[in-house]
Nanobody, 122 residues
Framework: QVQLAESGGGLVQAGDSLRLSCAAS????????MGWFRQCPGKEREFVAR????????DYADSVEGRFTISRDNAKNTVYLQMNSLQPEDTAVYYC???????????????WGQGTQVTVSS
């Protein structure tokens, strides 16, 4: 069973940056794609970014493209989300996803992290 541990969240002001980390253990990290999702207050969990098996492909939600960067270090079993130019609408609990896949409009993952809170004040 894979365990995912997110870290790096916190309280920041608009325009600030944060880097989230997701450390995986208990499984084979390098064999699957990884992703980041978020759940804003009162809303459904939504896709943020994903990265392919070897990090050669990335995909972003329109709302974060150009501001967020997903990366991975397979030797460290870790995936990152660099978040720049944060805005209040980025406030959410951010979740790391192991092997995310989209079925129609719904996202699934083999494993989810517990989430890390990001709060952006104006």
């Amino acid at each position: 069973q894979v365990q995912l541990a997110e870290s790096g969240g916190g309280l920041v002001q608009a325009g600030d940056s944060l880097r989230l980390s997701c450390a995986a253990s208990g499984g084979t990290f390098s064999m699957v794609g990884m992703g980041w999702f978020r759940q804003c207050p009162g809303k459904e969990r939504e896709f943020v970014a994903r990265i392919s098996l070897f990090g050669t492909r990335t995909d972003y939600a329109d709302s974060v493209e150009g501001r967020f960067t997903i990366s991975r270090d397979n030797a460290k079993n870790t995936v990152y989300l660099q978040m720049n130019s944060l805005q209040p609408e980025d406030t959410a609990v951010y979740y790391c996803a192991f092997n995310p896949a989209k079925y129609a409009t719904n996202w699934r993952a083999d494993y989810w992290g517990q989430g890390t809170q990001v709060t952006v004040s104006s």
